[in-house]
T-cell receptor, first 118, second 113 residues
């Protein structure tokens, strides 16, 4: 069964360092997403990406965050200068469509990348 | 504003019994979807079941069924014949048409042998 692959599974970094989280979405999917889950809290939307540009972003996704699809397979989330509060599980997800007109937007999630900022 | 509420932080169920996980939502969109995802202790997010707002029948997927009551804005997940492997966190998720998913707080289900 096709899956979304995320690397690394766990990264520990010092505050202020740059971090890049990588994702390989399912090959025929067109929409890509990043969500995050701070320990013990809700899963929160960060950003959605389609046709090589951001289609929607949350207030969490400030100038410290960026996304990129550098080639035909990878989708990356970069945090420019990490803060303690960036410690979380980051989930990449992809979907065939946004579900417009049907309401169905079934996202396939990766296993997550746990980021620990010290 | 869109909102999704899961009022049960934790639930216990005996193996082989059925369990209902509650979920209520609020949205002004006429077209939307409701999803349930399972998150085991390993951390991945697994899609379980989907219900469209215009679907006439309640969704079913194997042992999972979604009790959709549109007028009450509820979308409860029913797991029949619970198994030990069902122990996990369960998230009810609202998907506005074409928009980002909104997750509930989650319900941690523990299945007792």
């Amino acid at each position: 069964e096709p899956e979304v692959t995320q690397t690394p599974s766990h990264q520990v970094t010092q505050m202020g360092q740059e971090v890049i989280l990588r994702c390989v979405p399912i090959s025929n999917h067109l929409y890509f997403y990043w969500y995050r889950q701070i320990l013990g809290q809700k899963v929160e939307f960060l950003v959605s990406f389609y046709n090589n540009e951001i289609s929607e972003k949350s207030e969490i996704f400030d100038d410290q965050f960026s996304v990129e699809r550098p080639d035909g397979s990878n989708f990356t989330l970069k945090i420019r200068s990490t803060k303690l509060e960036d410690s979380a599980m980051y989930f990449c997800a992809s979907s065939v469509s946004t579900g417009q007109h049907s309401g169905a937007n079934v996202l396939t999630f990766g296993a997550g990348s746990r980021l620990t900022v010290l | 504003a869109q909102k999704i509420t899961q009022t049960q932080p934790g639930m216990f169920v005996q193996e082989k019994e059925a369990v209902t996980l509650d979920c209520t939502y609020d949205t002004s969109d006429p077209s939307y979807g409701l999803f349930w995802y399972k998150q085991p202790s390993s951390g991945e997010m697994i899609f379980l079941i989907y219900q469209g707002s215009y679907d006439q029948q309640n969704a079913t997927e194997g042992r999972y069924s979604l009790n959709f009551q549109k007028a009450r804005k509820s979308a409860n997940l029913v797991i029949s014949a619970s198994q030990l492997g069902d122990s996990a966190m369960y998230f009810c998720v609202l998907g506005p048409e074409g928009g980002k998913l909104i997750f509930g707080q989650g319900t941690e289900l523990s299945v007792k042998p």
